[in-house]
């Protein structure tokens, strides 16, 4: 809901439990008054207007002294006009100055959800949605700077974006502009923050917001495996059950910044947008650039419902399936890569589709290694025609023989990638990311394709269309398998106005949108050296990512953990693979690895081929079992239900010896418990965990044992586990309502 109050310049931003409001003020700049739980009237009266020593005043106010955007709480700040925090935008003028002010001009409230060209963004089903596009100006430059809000009543979240339009006649040059700034007059927050490396991705961290900057961000051209674009602000009594809660998270793949600052006055700024310190953008006459969407939500019941109303909005109004029945099941794969990296063949993958279909297993993936000269990673990409004589067939042909067999069948790309060593990087040199003077990095032995460029993308699209169309495939998984350097690019328009590196985006979000276009049925995965892309951008393309190149069951338990603030069960790729790990060489059970990759869309990655006659029966029970959980793991209420830091979420508390975590139906009729035992020693101290998200009054039947247990009980009193001896013993308990 939105309204505006003419006779107090007032814009109130309302969702079922969060207000938020914006107050054009007497000189006609937009004032941030308020986000958090609900509340009602004019908050005007919160702002101090003082005069401050050293905090400059805008010339209107020179004599008096007192307004200063040093102290102001600004809806979207700017640089050189005396406001000294984080800047959420910053332009150079023709004559090199550093400075703009925007000030309001008009604005206009619509049903409906807004869309941004090009770029990803949440839309509404049905009436869900409304828009309030503010339009602010700064005469002097020439520029118009849009802020749009989407106001999802239901699901407490609000979205926004900015674009910026040159209606002068100067170039000017655009630094920064971020996609949301706000300023909270007060509090004492703490900031979530998910960091990580190549195969352990999105770690949490839990840090107090003391004087000072904090900042998380990627360079990498991609939003990287190091830090996801990702912000909880939360209070230093928050858990995941309780206290005030604000989250953050943008729909952007390439580089990011997240900013936390604590002011001198105690007020708290953050500050998201995309792109990173080399960001020089320049817009020139009747040139508009649109900076993505991210999504805000508040609840003061605790991080755990700030994560469930990003599931929501996720999976109801961000990720596009092909098929409306997907919102309930996905094909259960078997992947080639861990299976037989690059050494594939077509007879080899049909056996890995007979001993897979026999355990129930629904679609064969074919990774890396089927095209070009692609017998190992350094050569072969970019070049996207079938390598038959590799096959020993037809791309044709095996597709027709998985189908023979009732199975569906996936393909693995690379669309943004090159070799040196192939025939497309010997005909196109100057197709690649890479400064013309300077030998350039290379990743894996690869080069990074100027996606900037339509013509690139287009002769790309073309061969990989071309193998598509021979396939009658079902699904595809999209690699990156580098962070960009070298950006430049052979298009002089695109490189001398700075926009190389923001159209490289735009150019994959092309790619993948036309791939959807042409191939609506086909399922798309995103993946980046496993999570390295794992934002809410590709969410929009490619409904499921696979989260992480470690397939190690207790690793993933931290990995998957941190991937569940900002993103649902139905976007994470999780697979079961071999024990030892290949990764880590652990050991774990089938049942764990099961019990763990059932938290996610769910695969094998292995030669199933390979295990024995018992392992052989516990899968196909596996995949009984994930079939019947799966609506409610696709669809469900996810808890977070142990703390497996030693000082995150439960204050004062210890880490708990277990991971454990529950889906709940929407009706709270259907219940999936999971736990894994991480912590084993001698006399264990019995494990109590408390479930959450039941109806109290219910009764809920443990469907193994016939046991019942009222909901109340269960979420207050705790449930007990058993007391078992042995490493990473799993269990996994579904319990339903019966009255
Ligand atoms: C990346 C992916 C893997 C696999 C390989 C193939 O690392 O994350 O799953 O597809 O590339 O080269």
Known sequence: MITFIEKDKLFTLETKNTTYQIKIDKYGKLLHLYYGAKV?????????????????????????RNYSYDYLPQEMSSIGVGDFRTPGIVIKNQDGSISSDFRFEKFKIKKGKYSLDGLPASYAQSNEADTLEITTIDKELGLELKLFYGIFYEKDIITRATQIINFGNNKVEVLKADSANLDFLNGNFEMLTFHGRHAFERQLQRQAVKHGIYQIGSSRGTSSHQYNPLIFLIESDTNEKRGNCYGFELEWSGSFHGIVEKSQYNQTRVSIGAMSETFDYKLGKSEILTMPEVMLSFSSNGIGQVSRNFHDIIRENICRLPKEKMKVTRPILVNSWEAAYFDISGEKLLELADSAKELGIEMLVMDDGWFGQRNDDNQGLGDWYVNEKKLGMTLADLSKKIKERDMKFGIWIEPEMVNENSIFYRKHPD?????????????????????????????????????????????????????????????????????????????????????????????????????????????????????????????????QYGTSFGYPLSAIGSHVSVSPNEQCKRETTIETRGTVAMAGTFGYEMNVGKLNTEEKLKVRQQIKEYKDVEPLILQGDYYRLSNIYDDTLKNNSQRDGFSAWEVVSKDKKNVLLSVVVTEIHGNMIPNYIFLDGLDPNATYADEKTGEKYNGATLMHAGFLLPTEYGQYNSYMYKFTVIE
């Open 40 to 64: 009602k009237g004019n908050m005007s009266y919160l702002l101090d207007y003082a005069d401050r020593g050293f905090s400059g005043n805008i010339y209107e106010a020179k004599e008096k």
């Open 431 to 559: 197709y690649v990311l890479k400064i013309p003077s300077k030998a350039p990095i290379c990743g894996r032995n690869q080069l990074v394709l100027d996606f900037s460029r339509k013509e690139v993308v287009d002769e790309i699209f073309t061969d990989i269309c071309k193998v598509l169309d021979q396939g009658n495939v079902d699904y595809i998984k999209w690699d990156c398998n580098r962070s960009l350097t070298d950006i430049f690019s052979n298009d002089t328009y695109i490189q001398e106005n700075g926009q190389t590196e923001y159209k490289y985006v735009l150019g994959v979000y092309d790619f993948l949108e036309r791939l959807r276009k042409r191939y609506p049925n086909i399922l798309i995965e995103g993946c980046s050296g496993g999570g390295g892309r794992f934002d809410a951008g590709m969410l929009y393309y490619t409904p499921q990512i696979w989260c992480s190149d470690n397939t190690d069951a207790i690793d993933r338990l931290q990995i």
